[in-house]
């Protein structure tokens, strides 16, 4: 499945532990903007439905699109624009929404008054970066109607378990990920290893997408740089399923620069104009 991103607001209020060295804030500091301030993106707010010059939709049917990655989808500032996002989501039915949160105890009165038992084509990320939150969200995430359920433990900075939660056989994936940018919050190898063995025994499947800047294995503390990040959370084999036995680093695309392989998303459209020339 491809994938791409869609921001509709940018911008977000830190709201627990986890948002201490928000990235967001990070990268809008970096070009002199304040991350505080939210803003609905007018460019792209309705990107879903954007469509080319042959009238072809620029997000191909079967994309994953993750949303609002620089803000929180449930966001209260959000209100007033979430309903035409639902709107756009019910529209394009072709397309899965990762949708994402912190926000877990609002969510319930933030859902479409049509949302029934769930759209079937938006995946629930809860995320939770310590047990204490863990314990907070994940039952609210396991109690409201949703069709698709999934727990990501990013940036984890102590240790958790969901061995409880897995075994409502509801959640279908957990991701862990480490401190990035500004952050030098330790991850862990041993967290990670409890919570993929967690997944193992409970049949779930298990994505450790990156190491953080600072990670611990054998009472050893290695500084990480971001393009490794990915590479060395797969060549740790904590994975279910384990498909990146032989992934090696690779460069950056050069048409978007946006990852570090081109995954042949052509979402940006560049790597599409250069084929076609
Ligand atoms: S909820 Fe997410 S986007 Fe918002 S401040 Fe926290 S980490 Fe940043």
Redesign the pocket.
């Given at each position: 499945m491809l994938d791409c991103i869609w921001n509709p607001w940018h911008g977000?209020?830190?709201?627990s532990e986890?948002?201490l060295n928000?990235y967001?804030?990070y990268l809008d500091k970096q070009r002199d903007k304040d991350g505080s301030k939210i803003y609905k993106v007018k460019t792209n707010f309705d990107l879903p439905l954007k469509k080319d010059k042959n009238g072809e939709y620029k997000i191909k049917s079967g994309t994953l699109v993750h949303v609002c990655m620089?803000?929180?989808f449930f966001l209260d500032e959000a209100d007033e624009w979430r309903e035409e996002v639902w709107n756009i989501i019910k529209k394009r039915n072709d397309l899965t929404f990762w949708l994402q949160t912190?926000r877990a105890n609002v969510v319930k009165d933030k859902l479409p008054s049509d949302w029934g038992v769930g759209y079937n084509n938006v995946i629930m990320c809860f995320t939770a970066e310590n047990q204490i939150r863990a314990d907070e969200r994940v039952p609210i995430l396991l109690d409201l109607p949703f069709k698709r359920r999934v727990v990501m433990c990013a940036p984890m900075i102590s240790e958790i378990t969901l061995d409880k939660y897995l075994k409502s056989n509801k959640i279908e994936q957990v991701l862990v990920d480490g401190e990035n940018y500004d952050g030098n919050r330790p991850l862990h190898y041993e967290w990670v290893e409890k919570l993929y063995n967690e997944c193992k025994n409970n049949n779930v499947k298990f994505n450790f997408i990156g190491t953080g800047n600072y990670f611990v294995k054998d009472k050893k503390t290695y500084h990480i740089i971001k393009a490794y990040q990915g590479v060395m959370a797969r060549r740790s084999h904590l994975q279910l399923p384990d498909e990146n036995k032989n992934l090696k680093l690779q460069p950056k695309c050069l048409n978007c620069k946006r990852n570090n392989s081109c995954n042949g998303c052509t979402w940006c459209m560049k790597c599409v104009k250069k084929n076609n020339n």
């Open positions: 977000c209020k830190k709201y986890g948002c928000c967001m804030y620089t803000s929180d912190k």
